[in-house]
């Protein structure tokens, strides 16, 4: 009974640590955006700071993960909930990397202030991310699985709101040079993001595998499209030289 409860208390150890450290991979989404959009050098350096403790929180699951295999030798359901705690926290520690990348840029989009549209595209994107992580965590803790489809989908609409904000911020730079540094900046910001909602669809499909020892059926095809967006250079720039 002793051993039987030291294992109980292991994997409840790994649970609740990955739950943590979604609460601090939500924050740092947000912070990180307000940081940006406000130009906010102390607000970024506090996020850069969170990403410190997030990457702890990993090291932390996959060392206690690891000894719990090596000691109890789990089978089947057990094993997969391990190994889930150990592929969750990696996607959410990238994640926290992610907000903590986009933090960074604070200092550099602020050289040049930009159309308050685009912050708002930024935002939204940022506001989708966060929200589908939190639903996918709130289903890991509830392991209501039939809700995992559902969230996994919602990445098509982070997909197409990330193609239009890329289309505009192109527009911005070719209607005038000067927006240029700033605008691939929030390029990147916007790339980052749009990269935190596939690791949401991969705790989705990681949840799913641990309650069912099943893969979320269908494989969720990209619908990100911007590789095929393009600028009309002459409409950008009344004038120009055509090439």
């Known amino acids: 009974m002793h051993i039987v409860s030291a294992y109980d208390e292991d994997l409840k150890f790994l649970t ?3 739950a943590a450290m979604g609460g601090m991979a939500e924050r740092m989404i ?17 996020v850069i700071g969170e990403d410190e403790k997030l990457d702890a929180a990993q090291r932390e699951i996959d060392d206690r993960a690891l000894a719990v295999i090596a000691r109890r030798q789990p089978l089947a359901d057990d094993l997969r909930e391990i190994i889930g705690a150990i592929r969750i926290s990696s996607d959410l520690e990238r994640v926290g990397d992610l907000a903590k990348n986009n933090a960074k840029r604070t200092l550099a989009v602020a050289t040049t202030r930009q159309s308050v549209k685009l912050f708002r595209g930024l935002q939204s994107l940022a506001e ?5 992580l939190k639903d996918v965590l709130d289903v890991y803790a509830s392991r209501e699985v039939s809700r995992l489809t559902a969230v996994r989908d919602r990445d098509y609409e982070i997909d197409a709101v990330y193609t239009s904000l890329f289309r ?3 527009t911005y730079m070719m209607e005038d040079p000067r927006n240029i540094t700033a605008c691939t900046h929030l390029l ?52 120009g030289a055509a090439s």
């Open 30 to 46: 947000e912070t990180s955006i307000s940081a940006l959009v406000h130009s906010d050098g102390p607000l970024a350096q506090k």
């Open 16 to 18: 609740g640590r990955v």
């Open 128 to 132: 989708l991310a966060a929200t589908q």
């Open 168 to 170: 505009e911020l192109l």
């Open 188 to 239: 990147f910001c916007a790339k980052n993001i749009e990269r935190m909602g596939d690791h949401a669809t991969n705790i989705a499909e990681t949840v799913y595998y641990v309650q069912t020892a099943e893969q979320l059926p269908v494989d969720r095809p990209k619908h990100d499209r911007s590789h095929d967006v393009t600028v009309d250079t002459g409409a950008a720039a009344p004038g």
